[in-house]
Nanobody, 122 residues
């Protein structure tokens, strides 16, 4: 069992930056592929970024060049640094853990966090 707890959400002006953290507890954090998802008002949940156990990364086109995902296996934590934020980035951001990349890419991770709100004002 893995428990995921996100932190770092809040309100920021367009063009600003915000960093999210996701602390994991439980077994074998370093073995999991980690992902950040988001769900905006009236929208489906979408994958924003993912990182493998060897720290290979992937990004949605809408955030590439603005967001950076990273992980610290010693601290059982995954991060999402968000720069040049836009109002359309407003969403609840969820951390997720999957046994493999397919679980993340198909939006069927093994574990979800509870989510943290990010609001970008124009």
């Amino acid at each position: 069992q893995v428990r995921l707890v996100e932190s770092g959400g809040g309100l920021v002006q367009a063009g600003g930056s915000l960093g999210l953290s996701c602390a994991a507890s439980g077994r074998s954090f370093s073995d999991y592929v980690m992902g950040w998802f988001r769900q905006g008002p009236g929208k489906e949940r979408e994958l924003v970024a993912h990182i493998s156990s060897s720290s290979s990364t992937g990004y949605a086109g809408s955030v590439k060049g603005r967001f950076t995902i990273s992980r610290d296996n010693a601290k059982n934590t995954v991060y999402l640094q968000m720069n040049s934020l836009k109002p359309e980035d407003t969403a609840i951001y969820y951390c997720a853990a999957g046994a493999n990349t397919v679980r993340i890419l198909t939006r069927t991770p093994d574990y979800w966090g509870q989510g943290t709100q990010v609001t970008v004002s124009s």
